[in-house]
């Protein structure tokens, strides 16, 4: 799965349904016609003793009334477990059945000794009432004779069951109770007489739902035509644990099986699933209704949260891989023409993957389906992908460069995991990064081979591994294996953890074992496991053998998965030189936290590492007498380490191009030397080395490491530099400098600056739409920038193209659209607000819609502002899928927004939690979104106190990060404005 665009389970709905009966059945007693009655106290005493007994016998008879067998009931562990699996649920709970009585199975997880091979679902749909009709049949065998199993099943209604033998269902074992632990979303069957592990058997289930209306499980969705007509479509998204509600199975990544689908459907639909069909007919229980049947070819074993499929009205265009994979994009009819892109990409991408691995692709086709309503970017379902529509259309003459690459990446993302969690899964969500770490980063390598000109890998730095360390440096990050266990802990680990440092981590490995050995590697790799399960552990146990056993990965990647964070490497050189033809350096690494200056006012969550919190680190550097073409690398294991080099030498760079997940100090000197070779000449730098530079310097200031006016006067440099990814890593940190600064006495003076820095790079990239794809993206942020600054001169230009469009219909080329777009609105009025807002209405281009509600957030006036957050509230305006980008960028819009947005979210909580319901990831993404830039001690204390007594599920770990952030930026704000004040009343006198 794509995490949800940076800009981009209701688990405990059960548990507060449990508490609401049980507060029924106190109040009950309320309303009974009772008499009131004497005693004695001698009869009230014997009273009281026998219920007391009586009660007491209750309890025992219940506790053992259920299954025995190796059960673990109350808290017990059951032997078949490991040690250290973790997830127990806690001895003080006691799991509570629906129907009041205890439930047997106390642990999260299934129990093993029952494994499903097959499944045959049947399906209806009723896109009209909503309603679904299922009947599922699991085959399943047993290592142990049992008396019971247990599945998963989440707010779907049981109409029949039974266990019969897979071979003769004319043999029926009998269930003697089921039980539905619904704040478990676990049932078990118990039935009369023991199941033998000799036979194989049969659990046929039938069962009713509703099609969801949040963007999880089987659930609706819609689009509107040209002429108006709002059409349905029912789709599934199942990533992690939401194919329990769709329909009764074992939800967990280690019980793969195999899937044969039939779906019910009227005949102007058509119905998709995994496998291609083999048959459609009518069905003989709904004649004269209409309904067809679609029988589909059974599937590969997989996980069932890889299970998909969809009943829609859509077309498709199609193409074939060179090995003979039909491939289809599926879209509504009017967005058809924008699918061409995707196709081709998706084509010639599954060809280079099914080469790199060399792995063929296993399935007979692979499907792409648009989706308007999804929550997150994609997912990657086996042969039948689901995306967001921004994700997967293209419209050459309306979408620009930036979301044109999004649709390549995206893509790219989830055809690798076709491969890296579709033919080879994590046993458990503790390795989610296996997944998601390995398509971040072969999408990259995907998009560069059918892109080549696009320098993928060089943004490769900012988008993963600078991403990657932004959260990683908070106490508030975890490991990158991380124990989880209900859906609720789940969910929180599809962050930048996961994907972005789990990418970076990858890329650091293919820079010291090789290219070639890595490929090696994950062949060997994805043919041990293929339609199997794989840990951690697996993966560097093949790697190390591709290396010939001379790199022991295992050793060095285990201090990087199994404890949170990244070393700061401090570099220095020694006065004194070892020999009469060297100099020595030193580097010291110890863990680096933003917010290690205020540890006493930060809730650290962390726990002591194995490690100590030191690495293995691949240390590479060149310095001013070689080139970022001749690197060396010392190897720090986990140890402070000492090395010489050429006397001549004036400076040296660590950590080329940034390939490694840690950040660099440097001595004074060496900080001097580096910035004043930036000043003298900074080509001599790599453009990654440029943007490592910028983002180191300006990180380690924001951890109160370096004094303000180091990045400051590295920043200088700047007024040369033409590259976009040295200068994508400044606009990211001086936008966030002007967020935190915005309610300080240097806020002006700071923008003063910026507009004296980009005034020159504005004029360099112009007007004109032309030029590389990098010269096309750096273009549009420079423009953009320097409107939000208030550079004059662009903005006249930009505000003069805005009036040609609104009055005169003129063209606006797609890659100037934002830069235009922005300063009609911002330096607009009602108006042109209006004017926008009609644009995104009738706009059926989904990378158009997405750039008119981003910059309609950012008008200057709070009226327009307020009313935008309104719209949020009525979905037929605004998606739920979108409502955070908009938040968020109400939010960006200095501390106005930031109030209107955080006043916005505390009075429509509770309707936010019914939208997306408190399991998701967005619940926590819009509490970041709109919290974490505020940089006030009061605006701390409103944030706490709010969310002092409100459980936000999953979001739990964003409010922590975004709590923590938040008292970082009051601490670099209260520590450093003066010292920006001083910097830039100094820098402006020495101008004139």
Same mark, same amino acid.
């Given at each position: 799965?794509?995490?949800?665009?940076?800009?981009?389970?209701?688990?405990?709905?059960?548990?507060?349904?449990?508490?609401?009966?049980?507060?029924?059945?106190?109040?009950?007693?309320?309303?009974?016609?009772?008499?009131?009655?004497?005693?004695?106290?001698?009869?009230?005493?014997?009273?009281?003793?026998?219920?007391?007994?009586?009660?007491?016998?209750?309890?025992?008879?219940?506790?053992?009334?259920?299954?025995?067998?190796?059960?673990?009931?109350?808290?017990?562990?059951?032997?078949?477990?490991?040690?250290?699996?973790?997830?127990?649920?806690?001895?003080?709970?006691?799991?509570?059945?629906?129907?009041?009585?205890?439930?047997?199975?106390?642990?999260?997880?299934?129990?093993?000794?029952?494994?499903?091979?097959?499944?045959?679902?049947?399906?209806?749909?009723?896109?009209?009432?909503?309603?679904?009709?299922?009947?599922?049949?699991?085959?399943?065998?047993?290592?142990?004779?049992?008396?019971?199993?247990?599945?998963?099943?989440?707010?779907?209604?049981?109409?029949?069951?039974?266990?019969?033998?897979?071979?003769?269902?004319?043999?029926?074992?009998?269930?003697?109770?089921?039980?539905?632990?619904?704040?478990?979303?676990?049932?078990?069957?118990?039935?009369?007489?023991?199941?033998?592990?000799?036979?194989?058997?049969?659990?046929?289930?039938?069962?009713?739902?509703?099609?969801?209306?949040?963007?999880?499980?089987?659930?609706?969705?819609?689009?509107?035509?040209?002429?108006?007509?709002?059409?349905?479509?029912?789709?599934?998204?199942?990533?992690?644990?939401?194919?329990?509600?769709?329909?009764?199975?074992?939800?967990?990544?280690?019980?793969?099986?195999?899937?044969?689908?039939?779906?019910?459907?009227?005949?102007?639909?058509?119905?998709?699933?995994?496998?291609?069909?083999?048959?459609?007919?009518?069905?003989?229980?709904?004649?004269?209704?209409?309904?067809?049947?679609?029988?589909?070819?059974?599937?590969?074993?997989?996980?069932?949260?890889?299970?998909?499929?969809?009943?829609?009205?859509?077309?498709?265009?199609?193409?074939?891989?060179?090995?003979?994979?039909?491939?289809?994009?599926?879209?509504?009819?009017?967005?058809?023409?924008?699918?061409?892109?995707?196709?081709?990409?998706?084509?010639?991408?599954?060809?280079?993957?099914?080469?790199?691995?060399?792995?063929?692709?296993?399935?007979?086709?692979?499907?792409?389906?648009?989706?308007?309503?999804?929550?997150?970017?994609?997912?990657?379902?086996?042969?039948?992908?689901?995306?967001?529509?921004?994700?997967?259309?293209?419209?050459?003459?309306?979408?620009?460069?930036?979301?044109?690459?999004?649709?390549?990446?995206?893509?790219?993302?989830?055809?690798?995991?076709?491969? #890296?969690?579709? /033919?080879? $899964?994590? *046993?458990?969500?503790?390795?989610?990064? @296996? &997944?998601?770490?390995?398509? +971040?980063?072969? !999408?990259?390598?995907?998009?560069?081979?059918?892109?080549?000109?696009?320098?993928?890998?060089?943004?490769?730095?900012?988008?993963?591994?600078?991403?990657?360390?932004?959260?990683?440096?908070?106490?508030?990050?975890?490991?990158?294996?991380?124990?989880?266990?209900?859906?609720?802990?789940?969910?929180?680990?599809?962050?930048?953890?996961?994907?972005?440092?789990?990418?970076?981590?990858?890329?650091?490995?293919?820079? #010291?074992?090789? /290219?070639? $050995?890595? *490929?090696?590697?994950?062949?060997?790799? @994805? &043919?041990?496991?293929?339609? +199997?399960?794989? !840990?951690?552990?697996?993966?560097?146990?093949?790697?190390?053998?591709?290396?010939?056993?001379?790199?022991?990965?295992?050793?060095?990647?285990?201090?990087?998965?199994?404890?949170?964070?990244?070393?700061?490497?401090?570099?220095?050189?020694?006065?004194?030189?070892?020999?009469?033809?060297?100099?020595?350096?030193?580097?010291?690494?110890?863990?680096?936290?933003?917010?290690?200056?205020?540890?006493?006012?930060?809730?650290?969550?962390?726990?002591?590492?194995?490690?100590?919190?030191?690495?293995?680190?691949?240390?590479?550097?060149?310095?001013?007498?070689?080139?970022?073409?001749?690197?060396?690398?010392?190897?720090?294991?986990?140890?402070?380490?000492?090395?010489?080099?050429?006397?001549?030498?004036?400076?040296?760079?660590?950590?080329?191009?940034?390939?490694?997940?840690?950040?660099?100090?440097?001595?004074?000197?060496?900080?001097?030397?580096?910035?004043?070779?930036?000043?003298?000449?900074?080509?001599?730098?790599?453009?990654?080395?440029?943007?490592?530079?910028?983002?180191?310097?300006?990180?380690?200031?924001?951890?109160?490491?370096?004094?303000?006016?180091?990045?400051?006067?590295?920043?200088?440099?700047?007024?040369?530099?033409?590259?976009?990814?040295?200068?994508?890593?400044?606009?990211?940190?001086?936008?966030?400098?002007?967020?935190?600064?915005?309610?300080?006495?240097?806020?002006?003076?700071?923008?003063?600056?910026?507009?004296?820095?980009?005034?020159?790079?504005?004029?360099?990239?112009?007007?004109?739409?032309?030029?590389?794809?990098?010269?096309?993206?750096?273009?549009?942020?420079?423009?953009?920038?320097?409107?939000?600054?208030?550079?004059?001169?662009?903005?006249?230009?930009?505000?003069?193209?805005?009036?040609?469009?609104?009055?005169?219909?003129?063209?606006?080329?797609?890659?100037?659209?934002?830069?235009?777009?922005?300063?009609?609105?911002?330096?607009?009025?009602?108006?042109?607000?209006?004017?926008?807002?009609?644009?995104?209405?009738?706009?059926?281009?989904?990378?158009?819609?997405?750039?008119?509600?981003?910059?309609?957030?950012?008008?200057?006036?709070?009226?327009?502002?307020?009313?935008?957050?309104?719209?949020?509230?009525?979905?037929?305006?605004?998606?739920?899928?979108?409502?955070?980008?908009?938040?968020?960028?109400?939010?960006?819009?200095?501390?106005?927004?930031?109030?209107?947005?955080?006043?916005?979210?505390?009075?429509?909580?509770?309707?936010?939690?019914?939208?997306?319901?408190?399991?998701?990831?967005?619940?926590?993404?819009?509490?970041?979104?709109?919290?974490?830039?505020?940089?006030?001690?009061?605006?701390?204390?409103?944030?706490?106190?709010?969310?002092?007594?409100?459980?936000?599920?999953?979001?739990?770990?964003?409010?922590?990060?975004?709590?923590?952030?938040?008292?970082?930026?009051?601490?670099?704000?209260?520590?450093?404005?003066?010292?920006?004040?001083?910097?830039?009343?100094?820098?402006?006198?020495?101008?004139?």
């Amino acid at each position: 799965m794509v995490e949800p665009e940076v800009e981009d389970v209701a688990f405990l709905t059960a548990i507060n349904h449990y508490r609401d009966n049980q507060d029924m059945l106190h109040k009950s007693g309320i309303y009974e016609h009772t008499a009131v009655t004497a005693c004695s106290r001698r009869t009230a005493l014997i009273m009281t003793s026998a219920t007391l007994f009586l009660m007491f016998l209750c309890s025992v008879i219940i506790a053992y009334a259920g299954p025995q067998n190796d059960c673990p009931c109350i808290g017990e562990k059951p032997i078949f477990l490991p040690d250290d699996d973790g997830v127990n649920r806690s001895r003080s709970v006691i799991p509570i059945a629906t129907n009041g009585d205890i439930f047997p199975w106390n642990n999260v997880r299934l129990p093993t000794f029952a494994r499903p091979y097959s499944y045959h679902i049947r399906i209806h749909p009723n896109l009209t009432n909503l309603d679904v009709k299922g009947q599922v049949l699991i085959n399943f065998r047993l290592t142990r004779d049992t008396d019971y199993i247990v599945f998963h099943s989440k707010n779907l209604t049981i109409v029949e069951k039974r266990v019969v033998n897979a071979n003769n269902h004319e043999i029926i074992y009998e269930v003697s109770r089921m039980l539905e632990y619904s704040a478990g979303q676990q049932m078990l069957l118990e039935f009369e007489e023991s199941l033998s592990a000799e036979h194989n058997y049969t659990l046929i289930i039938k069962y009713t739902t509703r099609l969801s209306r949040e963007l999880e499980g089987f659930y609706l969705s819609s689009y509107t035509t040209s002429n108006g007509e709002r059409r349905y479509l029912a789709t599934t998204h199942f990533e992690p644990t939401y194919a329990r509600s769709a329909f009764p199975c074992f939800d967990e990544p280690q019980f793969k099986a195999r899937f044969r689908m039939s779906i019910l459907r009227n005949r102007f639909h058509i119905a998709l699933f995994n496998m291609p069909i083999k048959e459609s007919v009518d069905d003989g229980l709904y004649m004269g209704v209409g309904l067809m049947r679609d029988d589909f070819e059974e599937s590969v074993e997989m996980s069932t949260y890889l299970v998909a499929f969809v009943v829609c009205d859509y077309q498709y265009v199609h193409a074939q891989t060179s090995q003979g994979v039909a491939v289809r994009v599926y879209a509504p009819p009017e967005l058809l023409s924008q699918t061409s892109f995707a196709l081709n990409t998706a084509t010639k991408v599954m060809d280079h993957y099914t080469e790199f691995f060399g792995v063929p692709y296993p399935l007979p086709k692979q499907d792409l389906i648009a989706i308007p309503d999804f929550g997150a970017g994609a997912m990657e379902n086996w042969g039948l992908i689901t995306y967001r529509e921004t994700s997967i259309l293209y419209d050459e003459n309306e979408t620009s460069a930036a979301a044109h690459q999004w649709v390549a990446v995206v893509v790219a993302h989830e055809l690798a995991h076709q491969w #890296f969690g579709n /033919l080879v $899964t994590m *046993r458990w969500w503790n390795d989610l990064w @296996l &997944n998601e770490g390995f398509a +971040s980063f072969l !999408e990259y390598r995907g998009v560069e081979h059918v892109m080549p000109g696009w320098s993928m890998m060089a943004q490769f730095v900012l988008d993963k591994t600078q991403q990657g360390l932004k959260l990683d440096a908070l106490s508030t990050s975890h490991p990158i294996s991380v124990s989880v266990h209900d859906p609720v802990e789940i969910e929180a680990i599809f962050d930048s953890i996961s994907y972005s440092k789990g990418a970076a981590l990858l890329y650091m490995l293919e820079k #010291f074992l090789g /290219l070639k $050995t890595l *490929r090696s590697g994950l062949n060997d790799y @994805l &043919n041990t496991h293929k339609y +199997s399960n794989a !840990e951690t552990e697996d993966l560097w146990t093949v790697l190390s053998k591709h290396a010939n056993e001379t790199v022991q990965v295992k050793l060095i990647m285990d201090t990087w998965t199994h404890q949170m964070g990244f070393p700061m490497i401090k570099i220095s050189r020694e006065n004194s030189s070892s020999s009469n033809n060297a100099v020595s350096f030193t580097a010291m690494q110890s863990r680096f936290l933003l917010t290690s200056e205020i540890a006493n006012m930060v809730k650290n969550r962390a726990e002591p590492s194995p490690y100590g919190y030191k690495w293995f680190v691949p240390l590479s550097f060149y310095t001013d007498i070689t080139s970022y073409r001749e690197q060396e690398v010392v190897w720090m294991n986990m140890t402070d380490v000492r090395f010489e080099v050429d006397p001549k030498v004036r400076w040296l760079k660590a950590n080329v191009n940034q390939s490694g997940f840690y950040r660099v100090n440097y001595d004074d000197g060496l900080w001097n030397e580096l910035i004043g070779q930036l000043k003298l000449n900074h080509e001599v730098f790599s453009a990654a080395d440029r943007a490592s530079l910028i983002d180191d310097v300006f990180t380690l200031c924001r951890a109160g490491v370096l004094n303000v006016t180091v990045p400051l006067e590295l920043s200088k440099y700047l007024y040369k530099e033409r590259d976009f990814v040295p200068w994508a890593t400044a606009l990211d940190h001086f936008q966030n400098w002007s967020k935190f600064l915005s309610e300080s006495s240097p806020y002006r003076m700071f923008l003063d600056y910026m507009k004296n820095l980009l005034a020159p790079v504005a004029r360099s990239v112009g007007w004109e739409d032309k030029g590389t794809h990098l010269q096309k993206l750096m273009r549009s942020d420079i423009l953009a920038s320097a409107i939000l600054c208030g550079i004059e001169d662009v903005v006249k230009e930009a505000k003069n193209k805005f009036d040609e469009w609104m009055y005169e219909n003129k063209r606006i080329p797609p890659n100037m659209r934002e830069v235009i777009y922005l300063a009609g609105v911002r330096h607009g009025d009602v108006k042109e607000w209006n004017f926008c807002w009609d644009k995104y209405n009738q706009s059926h281009v989904p990378s158009e819609r997405k750039l008119l509600l981003k910059v309609l957030g950012t008008s200057n006036d709070p009226w327009l502002l307020q009313r935008y957050l309104s719209t949020t509230l009525d979905s037929s305006k605004i998606k739920a899928q979108d409502v955070k980008m908009v938040l968020g960028v109400v939010a960006s819009q200095g501390s106005q927004g930031q109030l209107l947005a955080w006043r916005h979210l505390k009075a429509n909580w509770n309707h936010l939690q019914t939208l997306f319901g408190n399991g998701t990831f967005t619940m926590g993404g819009l509490i970041t979104a709109v919290t974490s830039h505020f940089a006030t001690e009061y605006d701390f204390k409103e944030v706490s106190d709010f969310f002092r007594n409100i459980d936000v599920g999953s979001g739990t770990r964003a409010l922590e990060q975004s709590m923590e952030m938040i008292q970082l930026n009051v601490h670099w704000v209260n520590n450093n404005e003066a010292q920006i004040y001083d910097w830039l009343t100094k820098n402006e006198k020495s101008k004139h």
